[in-house]
């Protein structure tokens, strides 16, 4: 169980073992921080226990790790789940190739949470090391939420040619992502997802300790016809767990053979239950006031997205299922909420499960449910139920009609053209959308602040630097009726007239002189670490930027030495940052002459070596 400080697990989940490097790492998420997708790389590299904003604080740090990271991260986001950033950062237009919004087919959410990651031998290791593979299945979103969640992982080399049965499900999943996409899929990102679906369908993972191997998945809502699914159903006690829950889905466990059942859920969502669906249930609790945290979660279901992803509820968020039948017991684990839209396949979910012994009633002996509560019921308290008050028909309406034109937005033709236009560039979003009335929609690249926003009369165009073009375009949808929460989502539009040379202007705005150069070339040469003191003291140094004082006191050229003699691998994102900015007249002043002698002298120096 992730408890909501463990914000900081998930980002565990893609760092390389000892002996390997990230070879390419797939996630699937149902709602996505723009802001945390930034932060993961720079996880992978270093180690902090600092917030967003603390991450985030030096651009030219987390350049470098978005540089590392590459094209290796890729993330599959229902395409309405894109959050709104919190800050207008031209950083964010470095992920552009990374997020793919997908569909769900069967006309729900696209809903799971699954991590998965191959990594293959560090270029020192020997290179017929096997490739390892890394799975996660999780009931946390891509997000910064302060939530209780879930998660199981696993890792292991594929084995032969011949497919796991426990891992089919997995390797269909990942091989039907590019299928969901709103946006056509890269013909090398398309393989890319192919070959490690085909990975993931030659390895066997194993489960945690006490319990029998492999992990079984199992992947719901992949196509358009609609098929049920329901965890084992010839138990005699169940545990349930979830934030969401309708009369439809609890009706599904209730088929099992037993009468001990034990639900744990939102008390907001009980409410709305059923007396007789819950009298089915012999206990039923939710999670203690205590326990709730901050409202940063966002609401699940698509059939329960009445205000999108501006209303965000706190504490429980974790899906599973537990069920024990004979000496045993199995444990689903996931993003399936209790409900009709997880379990009648019109979400697109992933659940994971394992089996093993239940144990002796009240021991610890085992794995059963027991066991489980004994450290879980010390969060909850027994549920009480209140009466609901009918909302206003007013509201529902226009709940209904925010919907309607989010969906619009969604099956609409917009795209984003760019131009240029003098010293800067016109962005220009076009297209047609029909949506209701009473509605107003306001519009704005996410790279410029939301006081630059306009009504969505198209066309609609910004006059803006090249580094702050972007095909993310956030909207937000008002209906004036009180008590109605807006809906504000990105889009990820198709885009063309983006300048090739966009990431380098990007890259320049933020090493714009000098100094800020040497600071981000001790950062590539001392690593990330070492950045954290150098920063600390950096306006104690000499304001003038004289680059002849070297990094720790040395002359650069030692360091460029020192460096190339026990990592040269670290120099080469020295060498493409160095190249990138010699392209302009404006980067040869941020790396001037001298210094470009300097490297020169180094790479020469290292041609000599190699050719000896």
Not at 91 to 96: F, G, K, N, Q, R
Not at 530 to 539: E, H, K, L, N
Request: one cysteine or more; proline letters at 6%.
């Amino acid at each position: 169980m992730l408890s909501p400080d463990s914000r900081t697990v998930a980002f565990e989940l893609i760092r390389a073992p000892a002996g390997y490097r990230l070879d390419f790492a797939l996630l699937t998420t149902y709602t996505l921080d723009l802001e945390a997708l930034l932060v993961l790389p720079l996880s992978m590299l270093a180690r902090t226990d600092g917030g967003i904003e603390e991450l985030l604080a030096n651009p030219l740090r987390l350049h470098q790790a978005l540089q590392n990271a590459g094209d290796r991260v890729h993330v599959f986001v229902d395409e309405t789940g894109i959050a709104i950033p919190h800050k207008a950062r031209r950083m964010h237009a470095l992920l552009e190739s990374s997020v793919h919004a997908v569909r769900a087919p069967g006309g729900g959410a696209f809903h799971p949470k699954v991590w998965v990651a191959r990594f293959t031998a560090a270029d020192d290791e020997p290179n017929d090391r096997p490739p390892l593979i890394r799975v996660a299945v999780l009931s946390r979103n891509l997000t910064f939420d302060h939530t209780w969640d879930v998660a199981v992982a696993s890792e292991a080399s594929p084995r032969g040619q011949r497919r796991v049965g426990a891992s089919r499900p997995l390797d269909t999943f990942l091989a039907n992502l590019p299928r969901m996409a709103t946006i056509s899929i890269d013909q090398d990102i398309e393989t890319r997802v192919q070959k490690l679906a085909d990975d993931a369908a030659r390895t066997r993972f194993p489960a945690p300790d006490g319990f029998e191997d492999p992990i079984e998945f199992h992947a719901l809502g992949l196509s358009r016809r609609r098929r049920s699914w329901s965890p084992l159903a010839s138990g005699y006690r169940t545990l349930a767990i979830a934030p969401f829950v309708n009369n439809t889905g609890l009706k599904t466990l209730i088929k099992s053979d037993g009468t001990d059942r034990i639900l744990v859920s939102r008390p907001e969502e009980l409410d709305k239950l059923h007396e007789g669906v819950l009298a089915e249930w012999s206990d039923v609790f939710v999670l203690s006031d205590s326990t709730q945290g901050e409202p940063e979660d966002v609401i699940a279901d698509k059939e329960k997205r009445q205000d999108g992803a501006a209303h965000r509820p706190a504490g429980l968020h974790a899906k599973m299922i537990a069920v024990e039948h004979g000496w045993d017991v199995t444990w689903y684990v996931g993003s399936a909420n209790l409900t009709s839209a997880a379990f009648a396949g019109s979400n697109v979910e992933m659940m994971a499960s394992i089996t093993g012994r239940k144990g002796r009633k009240g021991g610890f002996s085992g794995h059963g449910i027991d066991r489980f509560l004994e450290g879980f019921m010390k969060l909850c308290k027994q549920y009480r139920r209140e009466e609901q008050k009918p909302e206003d028909d007013v509201v529902v309406k226009a709940r209904a009609r925010l919907e309607e034109a989010r969906d619009a937005l969604l099956n609409g033709d917009l795209q984003v053209t760019c131009v240029s236009a003098g010293d800067n560039w016109s962005l220009t979003l076009d297209g047609e959308v029909k949506r209701p009335s009473n509605i107003d929609i306001s519009v704005w690249p996410i790279s410029v602040v939301e006081d630059q926003a306009g009504p969505l009369n198209l066309p609609l165009r910004w006059t803006l630097p090249i580094a702050r073009l972007t095909a993310f375009i956030a909207f937000r949808l008002s209906a004036p009726v009180r008590d109605v929460d807006d809906i504000r989502m990105t889009m990820r539009l198709p885009a063309t007239g983006i300048p090739e040379d966009r990431m380098h202007h990007v890259l320049s705005s933020l090493i714009d002189d000098p100094q800020k150069f040497l600071q981000f070339l001790c950062l590539l040469l001392g690593g990330l670490d070492s950045t954290v003191g150098w920063a600390r003291d950096a306006d104690q140094r000499n304001e003038s930027g004289n680059w002849r004082v070297g990094l720790g006191g040395d002359t650069l050229l030692e360091d460029l030495v020192r460096t190339a003699a026990r990592d040269p691998g670290r120099l080469k994102p020295v060498r493409r940052l160095i190249v990138d900015l010699r392209k302009t007249e404006e980067g040869r002043r941020i790396v001037p002459h001298d210094l470009f002698k300097v490297w020169t002298a180094v790479e020469e120096a290292l041609e000599e070596v190699s050719g000896s």
